[in-house]
Each structure stands twice: as structure tokens, then as C-alpha cells.
């Protein structure tokens, strides 16, 4: 009798997230309590995997983010912004996009709300490192991208008005 072991999901990612990479962040998820290494290697290992899906990038920044590795937190945000354009058919540069505004519908699919989601936390991790002036500059731009405010980056204006006052 052969046994299998179940990992149990602590995580609910995106549905469309292929099963491997899926059961890989799990197990990161349950290491990044007990073994950062571990973890570390296995949020790497499910980006190796399929490095189109955006749920890798997601995760692996707010890992970095809690272990407070802000510059691999910003380094990964900047990747998945870029996979997320690329998939979306839209300019990476969050400056251009707001250029071009009423062509992009950043409303539109997962991809493009990833990529507003993601901006706003590329302006918390700006802040967190004392950036203000550049999470600043994210934000306002984030504002016209999102006026919705369906990523919830009005949570990060408070906090960046909070630490101009």
C-alpha cells in the first residue's frame, strides 16, 4: 500500500495556477515560517518552473518583503511588472502607461490587475526604504492608472502622507 502526502493550501492562489507550481509554493509558504532557505528555494524553484506565472513573482516578493530583503522584494516587483505587461500587450513603464492612458484598460484581465497590484506594492517597498519622494511619484501615477482605486493604494497614500507629515 502506497501512501501519498497532501499538502495542505495555505495559500489560495489563482485558480489557472498549474498544479506543480501551485504544490511548490505551498511547501514555501509552509518552510517560510520555520526554514527561510528552504523557502527561498522553493519560491525560486516554482519560478524556474513557469516563469509566466505571475503568482511566482507575488509570491516571492512579499517573502522578501517579510524577511525584509527590500531590495530583492523591488528587484522581483520590477520582474513581475514586466512579465505582467508583456503578457498584458502593454508598456512595462508605468510612466508611459499613464502617457497613454485612455489605450490601456488596466481593468481589464488578471494580468493587468497584477500589474496595478504590483505597482502599489513597488510604492510600499519605495517608502519602506525611505524613497518617499519616488513612492510619491508611484503613487500619483498609480492614482491615474487606477482611479477605482481597485488595488487598494489608497492604504499606501495614507501611510506615505503619514511619513511627509
Known sequence: MSSVAFIEERVLFSPNIPIEVNNLLQAAVAASSVDQRKAETLFLQAQALDSHCLQTYFALYKFYFFQKRLDDAERIVLAGLEESANQGGFPSDYRR?????????????????????????LAFIKLRLGFNLDAQLVLSHLQQLDPEDLSGASVIMDLAAGVNE
Not at 102 to 107: I, R, T
Not at 108 to 113: H, I, L, R, V
Open 97 to 121: 502607461l499613464v502617457g497613454d492612458g485612455k489605450k490601456w484598460n488596466l481593468y481589464a484581465n488578471e494580468c493587468t490587475f497584477f500589474y496595478l497590484y504590483t505597482l502599489k506594492a
